[in-house]
């Protein structure tokens, strides 16, 4: 067995199709080669992912989070959740500190 070169169905990039990726696939038994590069398969697996809408309780600005709001608690931004994130950690200034 040897290294093969595909052609992405998405982006028209050749790409690698390497011995070990090919045995895993024999070992799961898929019959099909990979038809996207590693680029393309990880923005389709991102992208296929949910997104629903939500209102942040703190700002008020609405937004998008990758799970089914419950209605169980506040729903935060993604600026708002990092910063009551920090909070919980004993304040947003340790952090800032530590990044500075
Ligand atoms: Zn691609
Ligand atoms: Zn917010």
């Not at 052609?7 to 799961?28: I, L, M, N």
């Not at 398969?41 to 992208?47: C, E, N």
């Not at 209102?55 to 506040?74: I, L």
């Amino acid at each position: 067995m040897q290294d093969k070169t595909l052609v992405c169905s998405d982006c028209g990039q050749e790409f690698a199709f390497t011995v070990r990726e090919q045995e895993f696939y024999q070992e799961k038994g898929f019959e099909n080669e990979p038809k996207r590069c590693p680029d393309c398969r990880r923005a389709k697996k991102q992208a296929g992912r949910q997104q629903f809408e939500i209102t942040c309780a703190d700002c008020g600005e609405k937004a998008t989070v990758p799970f089914e709001p419950k209605g169980d608690g506040p729903l935060y931004c993604r600026e708002c959740f990092s910063k009551h994130r920090d909070d919980e950690k004993g304040g947003s200034e340790v952090a800032e500190k530590e990044a500075a």
